[in-house]
């Protein structure tokens, strides 16, 4: 096993401690919006969870014969995998703006994150490669830039942070720690394992918060 499969499967074993304590936390607590902050997570253990399986038994066979650019089925898993994939940084974005800054905005970034999903599979097999690894890196910084001004953003008297925005800003730093991994390397795709270890000491974070923390006074209010 090399150090890509081991940081992989550790990394999804702590997205699943993560998850299973900020829901536990969140039905102990009757806490909701720390239980949006589990569903967020569970919803991305299993994109996780399909992209590797699409990889594993319909990409990586594919590229073993040679038959790239992808055609027909195998490029639609192809595709399936790139959406999946966005669903990191466009979930914390709208979990961001749902709890820190309470807009009405799920909807809109999840028509952005389709639109993009679709204009990726329009531009391949051109939009593929380093081209596909340059465009990655701007969704990234676009989506760590929306999740700030979320977390800038003004807030009521009435506004108490909670564990859950707590978790939140953990989630927004990982976005920030994956930039400065993967992202700034020549190739975002080998050095993909380094993304999976950087979210490793978040995920730990997210759980402690939920479960033993204590926030402070992190949000100003207005």
């Not at 039905?27 to 909701?32: A, E, K, V, Y």
């Not at 709208?94 to 531009?123: C, E, M, Q, S």
């Not at 991994?181 to 402690?208: E, I, R, S």
Request: charged share 15%.
């Amino acid at each position: 096993m090399g150090a890509a499969d081991l940081a992989m499967l550790v990394a999804f074993g702590l997205l699943t401690v993560a998850g299973v304590a900020c829901r536990l936390a969140a039905n102990d607590r009757g806490d909701g919006p720390l239980l949006d902050v589990a569903r967020l997570l569970e919803v991305l253990l299993g994109a996780d969870l399909v992209r590797w399986a699409l990889s594993l038994a319909v990409l990586e066979p594919a590229r073993a014969l040679g038959r790239t650019p992808f055609e027909g089925a195998t490029r639609w898993a192809f595709h399936a995998t790139q959406a999946l994939f966005l669903a990191w940084s466009f979930g914390v974005v709208v979990l961001a703006w749902r709890l820190l800054a309470r807009g009405p905005f799920a909807r809109v970034f999840a028509g952005v994150w389709a639109a993009i999903a679709a204009l990726l599979a329009a531009g391949y097999p051109e939009l593929r490669g380093a081209a596909l690894g340059d465009l990655y890196r701007w969704i990234q910084l676009a989506a760590i830039g929306l999740a700030l001004l979320a977390v800038a953003a003004p807030r009521p008297r009435t506004f108490r942070a909670g564990r859950a925005h707590l978790c939140t800003c953990f989630l927004i730093a990982g976005l920030g720690a994956e930039l400065a991994g993967p992202y700034l390397a020549k190739n975002v795709f080998t050095a993909w394992w380094v993304a999976q270890a950087t979210w490793m000491p978040v995920l730990v974070a997210v759980a402690l918060a939920a479960t033993w923390s204590r926030p402070w006074g992190l949000f100003r209010t207005s």
